[in-house]
């Protein structure tokens, strides 16, 4: 049971760095209106954490912490830019990082379970 609380806070506190690090302009990747959005890339970070941390429920550990501070990072979304965007952008942008957090998971899931299968051959 604890094992299950370490994956889904540490994806969920990594989560939120991640969003915070973005937002506040300390890591940028790509200019705004131009390229494509690197910067989701680093959500993986979230879901790969939550999903090695967490014994057996490795996809749904990193998810869940990630849906838990969604609405953190919502109210966080609003107070710290200057530029107002619509509810619908923002909310576009939480599902494309929860999206990518659980790519993360997923490959950390695949990469377990082909070293199980390897191990048992």
Same mark, same amino acid.
């Given at each position: ?13 990594? $989560? #939120?760095?991640?969003?915070? /690090? =973005?937002?506040?302009? $300390? ?6 209106? =131009? ?6 890339? *680093? ?8 999903? #090695?941390?967490?014994?057996?429920? @490795? ?20 107070? /710290?830019?200057?530029?107002? +965007? /619509?509810? !619908? +952008?923002? %909310? ?7 999206? !990518? ?5 997923? %490959?950390? $899931? $695949?990469?377990?379970?082909?070293? @199980?299968?390897?191990? *048992?051959?």
């Amino acid at each position: 049971m604890t094992r299950l609380r370490v994956g889904t806070i540490s994806s969920a506190v990594l $989560f #939120l760095v991640v969003f915070a /690090s =973005q937002e506040s302009g $300390f890591i940028v990747l790509n200019e705004r209106h =131009q390229g494509a959005a690197l910067g989701f890339l *680093l959500y993986l970070l979230p879901g790969i954490v939550g999903g #090695l941390l967490s014994r057996g429920s @490795k996809i749904t550990c990193p998810l869940l912490g990630a849906l838990l501070v969604s609405p953190l990072c919502l109210l966080l979304f609003n107070v /710290s830019n200057q530029l107002h +965007y /619509s509810l !619908w +952008y923002q %909310v576009t942008y939480l599902l494309s990082a929860i999206f !990518w957090c659980a790519c993360g998971a997923l %490959v950390c $899931f $695949f990469a377990s379970e082909i070293f @199980k299968r390897h191990t *048992l051959l």
